[in-house]
T-cell receptor
Framework: ETGVTQSPTHLIKTRGQQVTLRCSSQ?????VSWYQQALGQGPQFIFQ???????GRGNFPPRFSGLQFPNYSSELNVNALELDDSALYLC?????????????FGQGTRLTVV | KQEVTQIPAALSVPEGENLVLNCSFT??????LQWFRQDPGKGLTSLLL?????REQTSGRLNASLDKSSGRSTLYIAASQPGDSATYLC??????????FGGGTRLMVKP
């Protein structure tokens, strides 16, 4: 058990809809990152939040947005869903200090866009 | 731009064999490297974390090495068991605090 929990575990949405995924970080961690993992591939970095501010972003369009709350939980929002957004979405929490830190992942949310 | 490659993409071995998984990366200016295990449809379980100043880390039957100058890491699994069957991912952390992952090695250990 990593202490990182994600909800929901599975979700089916229709193309064009909007979706919100949630993540509860491990206690004591100040940073949360989101990753997208397509079937058969390694995870791809979406963005990171540190102390409620976006602190880095991968090559994803603006319709992918996020929030981090004062209790360090987080949301990933995706607008105007496309079929290619179907993937496993992973949340990772860590305590960031000079980059020497270990990331702990949740169990993921499987999003299917039809 | 950091690129991470894992070889082989898939591996099938009989139970009891010792095996080595390989990971290479193009930018040696890393903070650390992590090895993860992923069961089908599940999240990632952290196996070992190697800081950039370290050469290796061990946990039980697992040993990971890091050669930062050559951009390589290996994960050694001793006396493999069917329960070791999973996908193994390596990831490196550069400035910017993001993890860059390889494509993974799918391991099957046959009884």
């Amino acid at each position: 058990e990593t202490g990182v929990t994600q909800s929901p575990t599975h979700l089916i949405k229709t193309r064009g809809q909007q979706v919100t995924l949630r993540c509860s970080s491990q206690s004591g961690h100040n940073t949360v990152s989101w990753y997208q993992q397509a079937l058969g591939q390694g995870p791809q970095f979406i963005f990171q939040y540190y102390r409620e501010e976006e602190n880095g972003r991968g090559n994803f369009p603006p319709r992918f947005s996020g929030l981090q709350f004062p209790n360090y939980s987080s949301e990933l929002n995706v607008n105007a869903l496309e079929l290619d957004d179907s993937a496993l979405y992973l949340c990772a929490s860590s305590f960031e200090y000079r980059g020497n830190t270990e990331a702990f992942f949740g169990q993921g949310t499987r999003l299917t866009v039809v | 731009k950091q690129e991470v490659t894992q070889i082989p993409a898939a591996l099938s071995v009989p139970e009891g064999e010792n095996l080595v998984l390989n990971c290479s990366f193009t930018d040696s200016a890393i903070y650390n490297l992590q090895w993860f295990r992923q069961d089908p449809g599940k999240g990632l379980t952290s196996l070992l974390l190697i800081q950039s100043s370290q050469r290796e880390q061990t946990s039980g039957r697992l040993n990971a090495s890091l050669d930062k100058s050559s951009g390589r890491s290996t994960l050694y699994i001793a006396a493999s068991q069917p329960g070791d069957s999973a996908t193994y991912l390596c990831a490196v952390r550069n400035a910017g605090n993001m993890l860059t992952f390889g494509g993974g090695t799918r391991l099957m250990v046959k009884p």
